[in-house]
């Protein structure tokens, strides 16, 4: 690990030289000892049918993520240093996030080894090859800045904004630093410890076998992350300018969430103030929003709820309603902000009141 992240004080994202990955791959040492000319066949072989092209992609685009993502030693040098000011005390030295910091009735301080994030406005095409654990859930660079930023409303994640644009920024790389060195880790031993999965072809991952897998994973968690980077949710601008036309589409939206087409209400029971807890992807307890009162961590602007409903909530299990919008023909309000202006509509008793009686239909107990 240290060899390919560093350590705190000298944290660093290093991706093998070509030649290293493709040495990783073909010489691996038998660990049951076979004499010299039977592990050489074996490294014949495998070097025949190695993938070049395949590979090198691959390895091209987890170098052009670094980059991209500003994973520089320098960048990660300063973030490390406004990391421990600032974020350890919560998300621990490994961001594995301190239990000891949590509240009751709260979200744990952020675990950001597992790679996924809640509150994203990336979106990678969910047809895509899935090389590793796969894009969903990553998180833009913005998506990070946003979140140290404004904090995260309605819980102990603080907002942080005395922070230098310079500061911010570099703390966000050494976080997407953190995850990509946990992801690469918990991948790797989520493949190791998957014995259920073993076949007779299933290699014994020590030695250079484990190398060799450990070094997947890390070109495809960064391959990943640049995935996310490239494919933004695409939220249009807010179609409704005028009032009378803004409450027209919360009754529809209204209509929306009700239908079975969207189906919020399976969740968000009674627009949330019933609880229905669910499992989030770190085993935590969380509660589908209650709607009805305004408060949201990704955001409160139209186009975050947009985007929210949009990418789903990945970690947390949310559906993403992605693919409504893509099925609205050309001209049809949009759906989606339909739902938002219903969203806002629903917190705002003054608004409530204006499209129930728009629309009779419109009942919502309270
Ligand atoms: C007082 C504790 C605390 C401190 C200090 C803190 N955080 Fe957090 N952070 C949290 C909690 C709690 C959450 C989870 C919120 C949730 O799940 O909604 C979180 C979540 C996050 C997330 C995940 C957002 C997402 O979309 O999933 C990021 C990134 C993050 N924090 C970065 C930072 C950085 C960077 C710092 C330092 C500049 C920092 N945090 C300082 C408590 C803290
Ligand atoms: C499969 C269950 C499920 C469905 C279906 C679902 N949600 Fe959610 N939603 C959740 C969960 C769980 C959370 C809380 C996530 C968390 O805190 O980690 C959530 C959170 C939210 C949030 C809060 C976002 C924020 O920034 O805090 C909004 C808004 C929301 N849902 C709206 C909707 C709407 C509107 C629909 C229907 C179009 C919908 N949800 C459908 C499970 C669901």
């Not at 949009?310 to 339909?338: E, L, N």
Request: include cysteine.
């Amino acid at each position: 690990m240290d060899a390919h992240f560093g350590t705190p004080a000298v944290p660093t994202v290093r991706v093998p030289e070509w030649d290293t990955v493709v040495a990783t791959a073909v010489v691996r040492t038998d660990p049951e000892q076979k004499p010299l000319g039977a592990t050489l066949k074996a490294a014949t072989g495998r070097l025949a049918s190695f993938k070049w092209d395949a590979w090198r992609a691959d390895w091209q685009a987890a170098n052009a993520a670094k980059a991209e993502l500003k994973l520089d030693d320098a960048a990660l040098a300063r973030g490390s240093v406004v990391y421990r000011r600032w974020c350890l005390q919560c998300h621990g030295p490994s961001g594995a996030g301190d239990p000891a910091h949590a509240v009751e009735n709260g979200p744990m301080p952020r675990d950001y080894r597992q790679g996924v994030f809640k509150y994203v406005t990336a979106f990678a095409p969910p047809n895509l090859p899935k090389k590793g654990l796969g894009a969903a859930g990553k998180a833009r660079r913005a998506d990070l800045k946003r979140t140290v930023r404004y904090g995260i409303e309605g819980t102990i994640m603080p907002a942080f904004p005395s922070l230098t644009e310079q500061e911010l920024e570099d703390a966000v790389s050494y976080v997407i630093h953190l995850s990509v060195r946990g992801e690469a880790e918990f991948a790797t031993l989520a493949k190791v410890t998957n014995v259920a999965k073993y076949t007779e072809e299933t290699p014994e991952y020590v030695g250079i076998e484990l190398d060799w897998l450990f070094v997947q994973n890390e070109l495809w968690v960064l391959l990943n992350w640049g995935l996310a980077a490239k494919y933004p949710i695409p939220v249009p601008p807010e179609p409704f300018t005028s009032e009378p036309e803004r409450l027209k589409s919360a009754v529809r939206g209204f209509k929306l969430y009700n239908s079975s087409e969207f189906g919020c209400a399976s969740c968000h029971a009674n627009y949330g103030r019933v609880p229905q807890l669910k499992w989030d992807a770190w085993a935590t307890v969380v509660q589908p929003r209650n709607l009805t009162l305004g408060v949201y961590r990704g955001g409160r602007r139209g186009e975050d709820l947009y985007a929210r409903l949009y990418g789903g909530i990945h970690p947390s299990g949310m559906t993403a309603f992605h693919d409504r919008v893509t099925a609205a023909p050309p001209g049809t309000p949009d759906k989606i902000w339909d739902i938002v202006h219903f969203l806002t509509a629903l917190a705002d008793s003054s608004d409530l009141r204006r499209i129930q009686q728009l629309d009779p239909e419109v009942k919502i107990e309270p």
